[in-house]
Nanobody, 126 residues
Framework: QLQLVESGGGLVQPGGSLRLSCAAS????????IGWFRQAPGKEREGVSC????????MYADAVKGRFTVARDNAKNTVYLQMNSLKPEDTAVYYC???????????????????WGQGTQVTVSS
């Protein structure tokens, strides 16, 4: 079965860190740009970050710039989202999605993606 699987979510205190992973099952991530999205309760899904196929180009939403870092290890078929200085407003379900490139509207979850993961919950609370 071709799918993306996110992991690494959990409960963390404000100011803490988490590292999310996005792994591919049944196909290689090496040919895809990967976008990270999140959806908080009662809110629309929003783009968080995008990393190009080679990892050369990365994009971030203003809300996470300077705190989150996206990286990929193509040898491990995995993309990571390192989240530092977490805030309660970062609480959401985080998803990864595979696309052919980081399009100019990479932050728009409505655009067609080849694959989506099932999401992992991140809760930032004291």
């Amino acid at each position: 079965q071709l799918q993306l699987v996110e992991s690494g979510g959990g409960l963390v205190q404000p100011g803490g860190s988490l590292r999310l992973s996005c792994a591919a099952s049944g196909f290689s991530l090496n040919y895809y740009a990967i976008g990270w999205f999140r959806q908080a309760p009662g809110k629309e899904r929003e783009g968080v970050s995008c990393i190009s196929v080679t990892g050369t180009n990365t994009m971030y939403a203003d809300a996470v710039k300077g705190r989150f870092t996206v990286a990929r290890d193509n040898a491990k078929n995995t993309v990571y989202l390192q989240m530092n200085s977490l805030k309660p407003e970062d609480t959401a379900v985080y998803y990864c999605a595979a696309d052919r490139w980081c399009r100019s509207t990479w932050y728009d979850p409505a655009a067609q993606r080849d694959y989506w993961g099932q999401g992992t919950q991140v809760t930032v609370s004291s």
